[in-house]
């Protein structure tokens, strides 16, 4: 099982940027898929996370209303869409799955499987 986290760059304030995991050996859709995050210093932020088949959605305070996360069963991937970026959404962003959870708090479990993170800067 692999997960690659990838779509992460150097964009100015108010910029956008599309994040992209991409599951290998697994199939997405029948998982739990998390978008964390972790910047310099700071604790490992759980920002978004979609349930299996996609029923459930959680966004930090953080983002929300700015970060979009989606699914395409089809080319399994899962994607974070990234608007209105800030230089405090400086970070390396990781994606997770797992299958096995079952409750409700789809941000705030230990996800079995995680990929490499992807780094994003965001320039003031």
């Known amino acids: 099982v692999q997960l690659q986290a990838s779509g992460g760059g150097l964009v100015q304030a108010g910029g956008s940027l599309r994040l992209s995991c991409a599951g290998s050996?697994?199939?997405?859709?029948?998982?739990?898929v998390g978008w964390f995050r972790q910047a310099p210093g700071k604790e490992r932020e759980g920002i978004s996370c979609?349930?299996?088949?996609?029923?459930?959605?959680y966004y930090s305070d953080s983002v929300k209303g700015r970060f979009t996360i989606s699914r395409d069963a089809a080319k399994n991937m899962v994607y974070l869409q990234m608007n209105s970026l800030k230089p405090e959404d400086t970070a390396v962003y990781y994606c997770?799955?797992?299958?096995?959870?079952?409750?409700?708090?789809?941000?705030?479990?230990?996800?079995?499987?995680w990929g490499h993170g992807t780094l994003v800067t965001v320039s003031s």
């Open positions: 997770a799955a797992d299958a096995d959870y079952t409750g409700t708090n789809y941000c705030q479990f230990d996800y079995e499987y």
């Open positions: 050996g697994l199939t997405l859709d029948g998982y739990h």
């Open positions: 979609i349930s299996s088949r996609g029923g459930s959605i």
